[in-house]
């Protein structure tokens, strides 16, 4: 066990019941001091609850691992995301503000904008005027002003805007508030709500309930918040109305250096200014650099002067930078490299052997992959990517199924994922959606149908059908259809002809899924959230019981993904100006963004950083570009 320093043991003792506010630099423990103050509060109350609140679920899972080893942990301490705390407030309180009981969450995109311009044409408008496009003829303008609305629409759910906001705001558009307001119509009449929604209910709930407010505070009386600096106006107002009058107890930690989430309207604001007024902390600063080589710090130093000092046991490390032709001579030299580190074993830099899972290769967005990942293939390089925590869609007919169906059980209102099963299996869909028994009469019609599996597929419906929404048995229903899918491939006939889709792939696919399925109703269980089919799905949604990425091999990650995290050894690659900072980065504040992602992206080595560019890019339409390296690059140089 590390020792913390003066000051991070400062804040871990300091007095309780008080407002605090931790300003901390990469690396300097914030992560740690955030658990050990958690464990000094369980300590020293008897039976006094924390909310933890974390950014992403792979944080608040690292948090309960840290902490596994406390008494009571499991009632005591509820550590989740902000986006999970407002969707348990809405799932237990929702029926307070007239939300529907069972409420499906609109996570895609294409969905959404499928509900809103539905029940646009149900009411017989003209789309294109509604949508203010000018050609048409021309689809794609009309998809490029619906989402440019759909984008509207989010910013005026994270910034919490009020109808005279966008009046004021939006003098050219004096109909936005009216159409906002269609589409939230459009999404309830559906019976669902999108992402943002989550927290702008739940804070109207705490906010016009106090009641609802005080049966959260009654048993949890302090509130820790980690990534402060991430927080956008819907996140801050809601853990604002979670607190009421009464807890003074909040703790508020992150780094104005790592704000890089501006495209969902965070700002620094809240961490720095807001929280100050609110809640009068007592104000607290780490800037000493626990994790990084001095190599590493003098690097970050230069991008962001003064942000952090090194530790005086800091290992000297070595920072490596190299132009290199073009983008495959780049990925091969660091594939080079990689191998040579391998075959190096030891340093007395690293500690154990250097292993690929003791690396990272980095890079400003998952487009500049694609020529390392053929490189590692070549090489027989195992390497793993380190994906986002949204949803991954199923890919097999029956998973499709399976997907579809369990949303129109949860809400037979649910056209839009209703429409797609009857596509997938050739059925009429009905005039009137909303009946009870759509499954099973689905399931009827397609036994009536000549095509292939069709009796697979009314099963699945008619299985779904069944469940006890409250609490299904999804265990019977996994052996069940695991045992037919085997069934149904040994009866395939051996030697398919593999130029035509072949069953055997898809039958393969359809078992990897429902595995799958089945891992993630464990997990969900393992969890203790709840029972229901409903609490399962949205679990699902909202990416709170994802698989652990594989990470075998070296992991690749974009600055995102990796955000929190750290490795010995870093590549960070694609190093020019266009990909790092990004082309459409212009405005000063988009610029600084950036400079923050280039300072995550740094300050997640250890000891070795090695940095890479190539100097000319083939553009997707064959020409070749000289390339400049990255503005931040230079910095370093410098
Ligand atoms: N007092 C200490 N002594 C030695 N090592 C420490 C100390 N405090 C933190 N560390 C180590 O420094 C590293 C960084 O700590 P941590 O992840 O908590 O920092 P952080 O501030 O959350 O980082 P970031 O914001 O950059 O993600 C970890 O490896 C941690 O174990």
Not at 101 to 106: A, R
Not at 250 to 268: E, R, T
Not at 491 to 505: K, R
Request: proline share 3%; net charge negative; hydrophobic share 35%.
């Amino acid at each position: 066990m590390i020792s913390l320093s003066p000051e991070q043991n400062e804040i871990v003792n300091a007095p309780i019941g008080q407002p605090m506010r931790i300003l901390a630099s990469a690396g300097s423990g914030k992560t740690r001091v955030l658990t050990e103050r958690i464990r000094h509060i369980l300590k020293s109350t008897k039976k006094e609850g924390i909310i933890a609140l974390t950014f992403t679920n792979k944080a608040a899972e690292e948090m309960q691992y840290r902490l596994e080893n406390c008494e009571n942990i499991e009632e005591r301490v509820w550590i989740a995301t902000i986006h999970s705390v407002a969707q348990r407030v809405l799932e237990q309180y929702g029926h307070t503000i007239g939300l529907p009981s069972e409420l499906q969450i609109y996570e895609k995109d294409e969905d959404r904008m499928e509900v809103f311009m539905q029940s646009l044409r149900e009411e017989g408008i003209d789309i294109d005027e509604y949508l203010n496009v000018d050609n048409s003829r021309e689809q794609r303008n009309r998809e490029k002003n619906l989402q440019r609305y759909m984008n509207e629409f989010s910013l005026i759910k994270r910034d919490l805007l009020t109808e005279e906001d966008i009046v004021s705001s939006h003098s050219e558009n004096l109909v936005l508030w009216e159409m906002y307001q269609d589409y939230q119509n459009a999404l309830l009449n559906s019976g669902g709500i999108d992402y943002d929604d989550i927290l702008v209910y739940a804070h109207q709930i705490l906010l016009t309930h106090e009641w609802i407010g005080n049966v959260y505070r009654a048993k949890y009386k302090h509130v820790c918040v980690d990534e402060g600096q991430d927080l956008n106006r819907a996140q801050y107002e809601f853990i604002k109305a979670l607190c009421g009058e009464t807890i003074k107890s909040v703790l508020i930690v992150g780094d104005p250096d790592q704000m890089i989430y501006g495209f969902n309207g965070s700002s620094i604001q809240y961490l720095c200014k807001q929280f100050d007024n609110d809640f009068s902390p007592i104000k607290f600063k780490l800037n000493k650099n626990y994790r990084s080589s001095e190599a590493v710090i003098s690097a970050a130093n230069k991008l962001k002067p003064q942000s952090q000092v090194g530790h005086e046991y800091a290992l000297k490390g070595q920072l490596i930078i190299k132009a290199l032709d073009d983008e495959n001579a780049e990925a091969n030299w660091i594939v080079e490299e990689i191998k040579n580190l391998l075959h190096l074993r030891m340093d007395s830099d690293i500690e154990g052997e250097i292993t690929l899972d003791k690396m990272v290769i980095i890079a400003r967005n998952r487009f500049i992959f694609s020529r390392i990942e053929q490189a590692l293939t070549n090489n027989g390089i195992i390497y793993s990517i380190r994906k986002g925590e949204r949803n991954q869609e199923p890919e097999s007919l029956f998973g499709k199924i399976l997907d579809h169906a369990i949303r129109i059980k949860l809400n037979s209102k649910d056209w839009v994922n209703g429409k797609k099963l009857c596509n997938l299996l050739n059925l009429n869909p009905p005039t009137k959606w909303g009946q009870d028994d759509l499954l099973n009469t689905w399931a009827q019609q397609i036994s009536t149908i000549d095509q292939n599996n069709s009796d697979l597929y009314s099963t699945i419906l008619r299985s779904v059908n069944e469940w006890d929404v409250s609490n299904p048995n999804i265990p019977k229903f996994v052996r069940d259809f695991e045992r037919k899918l085997k069934e149904l491939a040994d009866s395939l006939p051996i030697n398919e002809d593999t130029s035509v889709e072949n069953p055997a792939e898809e039958l393969k696919r359809s078992l990897d899924e429902l595995n799958e399925f089945s891992e993630s109703w464990i997990r969900f269980k393992r969890k203790g959230t709840g029972d229901s089919l409903s609490a399962f799905r949205n679990a699902i949604a909202l990416g709170q019981i994802a698989k652990d990425v594989n990470e075998n091999g070296i992991t690749l990650s974009t600055v995102h993904t990796m955000k929190g995290l750290e490795k010995d050894i870093v590549f960070l690659m694609g190093m020019c100006d266009g990909v790092f900072p990004d082309y459409r980065a212009n405005t000063q504040r988009e610029i600084e963004e950036e400079r923050n992602n280039a300072f995550v992206a740094i300050t997640r080595a250890k000891r070795w950083l090695y940095i890479t560019y190539p100097k000319k890019r083939v553009m997707p339409w064959g020409d070749e570009r000289l390339q400049r390296p990255s503005r931040f690059l230079v910095e370093i140089q410098e």
